[in-house]
């Protein structure tokens, strides 16, 4: 089993930046793959970033392309997000995920086994 807990969300005016941090536990080293998710209300949950746990290939949701970063640090089992830019429409609920096994669906949320409870984002004008 893997526990993973979010943190670092919270309210910011549009335009500006927030970090999101994720702590993995629990047995690791099956992880192939972290990312970031986020669920708005009345929207369906959406992929935002994910990262290749050996040589760290990123990938990205084209809404978030250039503002936000992914990134780890496989010592410490953390993954961040790095959120620039901040629209309104980031506005949602944050989740951390990982996935044991290989698929070309990085950013589909089907292909993720493991879930935190989400972090609060909000970005307003």
């Known amino acids: 089993q893997v526990q993973l807990v979010e943190s670092g969300g919270g309210s910011v005016q549009a335009g500006g930046s927030l970090r999101l941090s994720c702590a993995a536990s629990g047995y690791t080293v099956r992880i192939t793959y972290m990312a970031w998710f986020r669920q708005a209300p009345g929207k369906e949950r959406e992929g935002v970033a994910a990262i290749f746990r050996g040589p760290g290939s990123m990938y990205y949701a084209d809404s978030v392309k250039g503002r936000f970063t992914i990134s780890q640090d496989n010592d410490k089992n953390m993954v961040y997000l790095q959120m620039s830019s901040l629209e309104p429409e980031d506005s949602a609920m944050y989740y951390c995920?990982?996935?044991?096994?290989?698929?070309?669906?990085?950013?589909?949320?089907?292909?993720?086994?493991?879930w935190g409870q989400g972090t609060q984002v909000t970005a307003s004008l």
């Open positions: 995920a990982a996935m044991e096994g290989w698929t070309e669906r990085r950013l589909e949320p089907l292909s993720y086994k493991y």
